[in-house]
């Protein structure tokens, strides 16, 4: 389900400013125990900051911070702000551009329907059960700063993410198109409470958006431009067939 959810719909998201890293690892990262109240335990680790560097396509630095079981993540990369955050039950992003101080909140549209699908008691099944879900196998493992992770590779070779026992990502790499992105921890602090306040936008300006309703409206549109298409196809193959010379006799 999360497989197809990605490959048919996963690059119009792209488009909505909810990218790959927040889909996959901010999945990986929400469950919930069964035996609790929804929305209760949502991660292994109650808080921790992860500093990482970035190669490939992009470079630089991500600083990702997590809160109160997985209920608050924020990541920063260059000028922009991505949360993810609960809501009675729900999980919401909201993506935040730095230098204007706007942004987007919309609604995580794959969150309940993986809590439904994957049966799963702990956030650590639900790893495992996600990961899975998107046809991965562990690989190999690694040692990255001092922590132990098992080596993923997903989604036929194109990603891989070494994460360690508790569920933090070391590691990850992706190729698409022929380009390669990878990032790779190089500070993990369990314990932090330097992103207490990381889920407050602040003062910026916060459009709600429906990113279902954004979706319904591409699909719309699109069949109307493949119909125009088929028309103008056949209308010019009706000119080609009306200005066909008449053979003589």
Excluded at 20 to 33: K, T, Y
Excluded at 39 to 54: A, F, P, R, S, W
Excluded at 96 to 117: A, F, H, R, V
């Amino acid at each position: 389900m999360l497989k197809h959810f990605l490959c048919t719909k996963g690059l119009k998201i792209l488009n909505l400013t909810i990218a790959a890293l927040i889909l996959i690892p901010f999945a990986i990262s929400c469950s919930q125990q069964k035996e609790e109240e929804p929305g209760q335990k949502l991660h292994e680790v109650k808080d921790y900051t992860i500093k990482y560097e970035m190669e490939g396509a992009r470079e630089g630095q991500r600083l990702v911070y997590s809160q109160d079981w997985g209920k608050c993540i924020m990541e920063i990369t260059g000028s922009q702000k991505i949360i993810a955050l609960m809501e009675d039950g729900q999980q919401y992003v909201i993506s935040i551009d730095l230098d204007s101080n706007t942004g987007t909140k919309m609604l995580n549209p794959i969150y309940q329907s993986l809590l439904e699908s994957l049966n799963a008691k702990t956030p650590k099944e639900f790893n495992f059960a996600i990961l899975e879900q998107m046809g991965g196998k562990v690989v190999g493992e690694k040692n990255i700063i001092g922590n132990n992770c098992e080596v993923w590779e997903m989604m036929e070779g194109v990603q891989s993410s070494c994460i360690t026992e508790d569920g933090i990502i070391l590691e990850s790499e992706s190729t698409a198109s022929g380009v390669e992105r990878r990032q790779v921890a190089t500070q993990v602090i369990r314990g932090s409470t330097e992103g207490v306040d990381a889920c407050d936008p602040g003062d910026a300006k916060i459009e709600i958006v429906n990113i279902s309703q954004m979706l319904q409206q591409q699909e719309i549109d699109k069949p109307k431009f493949e119909l125009e298409s088929e028309e103008n196809n056949q209308e010019s193959s009706n000119q080609e067939e009306n200005s066909t010379p008449e053979p003589k006799k």
